[in-house]
């Protein structure tokens, strides 16, 4: 257990380390990236005290640098790699009425070129992962015809598929959704399904990646994960937790059992470390990444925080005793299984992930041993004039 933990990938997303808010203010803090650099340098930190945060998620266009196979050796140097590319095509007034779905074709081709733009960004990256958010929908019934938006939809991810293909065929495309904002009325890819659908007329790379907030409330999300990994396709994570709807807090902090369920699904697959040949589009490769703002507390804590968080929901769910559990369910020993399960819930795994940073070679505690290393007073110093993370603003 301790080896798989200490294996354990969990991506953190530079737009965290970045001012954010919600709509009614973005609150600055001291100490901000001004660029996509800085932003790397402090993922940095975050894997430097945890061990288990090697990767850091780009959004295009908030990180756009001159040079991306320079910022790719940037992150080299500081003992990371870039992690999912993350197109934009929610920013801007073209957007109105959506993105690739938009009734328009001139600005589906606009839409499409950003997201093979972004393809491009990541072969020179090195990243794997190209991850799609589109904030398109329609706010009122009649607005635009439901069945021509999926088929514009369909179209613009086949095209980008293609060029992945053809110009980066180590990446996987990753499909999230999302059931309502910002449009009210239909989301075009507003749940698993929807996005199941696309991905399987695509091809075995694309996959469908769940967003923890981005359902309705009471929404039993393991479920749904168990499903895509029946079915080899689930892409990855993007974890944060939720008290309300798209709230982009501290994954685990409002709900830590919904979290263990969901790595209690992962552990019964076999998900907790890539596949042995590292390959994202193997059926079991699932790519846990954050997706978080830290609207009050201090960036870079908040982010190591969020991965003890991720690691002490696994931790609980690797020590579920598989065997023991499978015994309960083939007797029909309803209440045996279920205590079972919650005997791993209730355990302590906190001694245990100390161990496995020290077996590590890090400090048992990473919080306080980013306090202590001074760089979060060295960036105060150094850096004026943070960036916002891009949305909110
Ligand atoms: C949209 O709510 C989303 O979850 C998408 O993943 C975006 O890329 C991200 O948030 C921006 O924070
Ligand atoms: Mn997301
Ligand atoms: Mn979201």
């Known amino acids: ?37 800085e932003k790397i340098a402090d993922a ?32 080299r140097d500081e003992g990371v790699a870039i992690g999912a590319v993350n197109p934009n095509t929610f920013q801007e007034d073209d957007y109105r009425l959506g993105s690739v779905c938009n009734p328009d074709p001139k600005i589906r081709r606009k839409a499409i070129d950003h997201l093979i733009e972004c393809v491009h960004i990541g072969a020179e990256t090195g990243s794997k992962q190209l991850s799609l958010w589109f904030a398109d929908g329609t706010n009122y019934p009649g607005q635009d015809s439901i069945r021509d938006r999926q088929d514009r939809m369909a179209d613009a991810l086949a095209q980008t598929y293609q060029v992945m293909t053809d110009v980066a065929p180590e990446m996987t495309m990753l499909v999230e959704y999302k059931f309502f904002e910002p449009a009210f009325y239909t989301m075009d890819l507003p749940d698993w399904g929807t996005s199941l659908l696309h991905c ?6 694309a996959k469908v990646l769940v967003d923890t907030g981005h359902h309705a409330p009471g929404t039993n999300i ?6 895509l990994l029946r079915e080899g396709r689930l892409g990855g994570f993007h974890f944060n937790s939720r008290f ?3 709230d982009d807090l501290i994954v685990g902090a409002a709900d830590p059992f919904a979290l263990f369920r969901i790595m209690l699904e992962i552990v019964q697959a076999g998900a907790v470390v890539p596949s042995a040949e590292g ?9 846990f990444m954050l997706d978080q703002g830290h ?11 969020s991965v003890m968080n991720v690691q002490e929901a696994t931790a609980k769910a690797l020590s579920v005793d598989l065997d023991a559990l499978g015994t309960a369910r083939q007797a029909g ?8 399960v919650m005997d791993a819930y209730n355990t302590d795994v906190r001694p245990l992930l100390e161990q496995v940073r020290t077996d590590m070679g890090l400090a048992p505690d990473p919080l306080a041993a980013y306090a202590a290393s001074g760089y979060q007073q060295k960036i105060i110093e150094e850096r004026v004039g943070g960036t916002a993370a891009g949305w909110g603003a």
């Open 333 to 340: 020993d309803v209440l045996g299984a279920n205590g079972i």
């Open 295 to 305: 609207n009050l507390e201090p960036k870079i804590p908040g982010e190591i925080r």
């Open 200 to 205: 399987l007329h695509l091809g075995e790379r």
């Open 44 to 75: 940095a930190q975050v894997h430097r005290y945890t061990g288990v945060a090697p990767t850091v998620a780009i959004h295009i266009p908030w990180d756009t640098v001159d040079d991306y196979a320079d910022l790719a050796r940037f992150a």
């Open 279 to 287: 390959d994202p589009a193997a059926d079991n490769s699932v790519a």
């Open 222 to 227: 393991e479920m749904i994960v168990a499903l």
């Open 1 to 37: 257990m301790r080896k798989l933990l200490a294996r354990q990938h969990i991506e953190t997303p530079s737009w965290a380390y970045a001012n954010s808010g919600t709509r009614f203010k973005v609150f600055n803090q001291q100490g901000i990236p001004r660029d996509a650099y």
């Open 244 to 246: 309300y709807a798209d």
